[in-house]
């Protein structure tokens, strides 16, 4: 068997732009001959995933299970919507979701765990070869509680359990299953619509506090407020931010007056569920939430592909 050297490897990514664990794979099934690892790559799909990884993906879905009291939910990325109405596409996001509910949270965990003979990282490799598109699993998350249910809501919903924007909330309780669900759905479909920073008060970043207090001294400042009366209106202006932040403090949705918190109708829900209920956290995910997305002037790239004018 011929050695593998660095310098192979190195000349093997330079020429694939495949990663470099893969590269050394490759070089190790041809016994070194650097024209079939490049056939060896572009079989597997890597060398074609490679060369696309450069490209912005932050469209695709939001997919989750709900297995009993736990459930997974995970965001893959793609450069375009179109590739989110392929079944392909779609099926890899369930099976991803799937992975994620039994390997966690953890995203490198998730593209090594096994899916019969391949992993989910090989899945994802392969389905950009065969569909033409850079693609990504960019986050994932895990809720699980002893007793209860986790409510769940998926907006702009393509097929069951995927979508845009997906929620999940953990309620923790003995009481009613259905009703617990029911209870669960509202909450969830309150975080999509509302997008609280934390649950409560205390799940708020002290950066965040500090921020937000900085903002809050300096604009009165400029407004010419005596220091002592600037510190009571920064206190005063935090609990505001709080209340309209944070998602037991905010004003349910469902609650047509507008003064009910979430925190109280969850507490006059416990009646109808036949038991206490406490929500030990929840999880949202919105599409491409956060990615810079590269605009492009559609005109100009017809007028480009057209060549220049006679």
């Known amino acids: 068997m011929a050695q593998v050297t660095a310098q192979m490897v190195k000349e093997l990514r330079e020429s694939t732009g495949a990663g470099m664990m893969d ?15 490049q056939d060896w790559l572009r079989k597997k799909g890597l060398s074609k995933a490679a060369k696309k990884s450069g490209r912005v993906a932050a469209e695709g879905l939001i997919g989750y299970v709900i297995r009993g009291p736990k459930a997974a939910i995970v965001e893959l990325n793609s450069e375009t919507d179109f590739v989110a109405r392929n079944d392909m596409f779609q099926g890899l996001v ?35 070869a065969k569909i033409g598109e850079n693609m990504s699993l960019r986050r994932a998350a ?15 919903s393509v097929t069951d359990g995927l979508g845009k924007i997906g929620v999940l909330v953990a309620l923790e309780s003995t009481g009613n299953v259905e009703e617990l669900t029911a ?21 708020v970043s002290a950066d965040v506090v500090k921020r937000e207090k900085d903002i809050l001294a300096d604009k009165f400042r400029q407004q010419g407020k ?10 005063s202006g935090i609990q505001t931010y709080y209340k309209e932040q944070t998602f037991l403090a905010q004003p349910f949705i469902f609650d047509d007056s507008g003064k009910k918190s979430v925190a109280q109708a969850v507490k006059e829900a416990e009646g109808k569920v036949g038991g206490p209920i406490k929500i030990l956290g929840f999880v949202r995910f919105g599409l491409g939430e956060g ?20």
Do not use: W
Not at 107 to 123: L, T
Not at 226 to 235: G, H, L, S
Not at 291 to 310: L, M, N, T
């Open 183 to 203: 209870l669960g759905r509202q909450l969830a479909m309150h975080v999509a619509s509302s997008n609280p920073v934390a649950l409560d008060a205390s799940g």
């Open 142 to 156: 895990v809720l699980e509680v002893s007793k209860g249910v986790i409510g769940a809501y998926m907006h702009n």
């Open 291 to 310: 990615i810079e997305k590269q605009e492009s002037d559609f005109a100009a790239e017809v007028a480009a592909a057209a060549g220049p004018k006679s």
């Open 226 to 235: 005596p220091e002592a009366m600037i510190e009571k209106i920064v206190e």
């Open 94 to 128: 369930k099976m991803t979701a799937g992975v994620a509910f039994e390997a966690g949270s953890d995203v490198e965990a998730i593209k090594a765990a096994k899916v019969g003979a391949i992993s989910v990282g090989d899945a994802i490799n392969d389905t950009i």
């Open 23 to 37: 590269c050394k794979a490759a070089l190790t099934e041809s016994a070194g001959e650097m024209e079939a690892a």
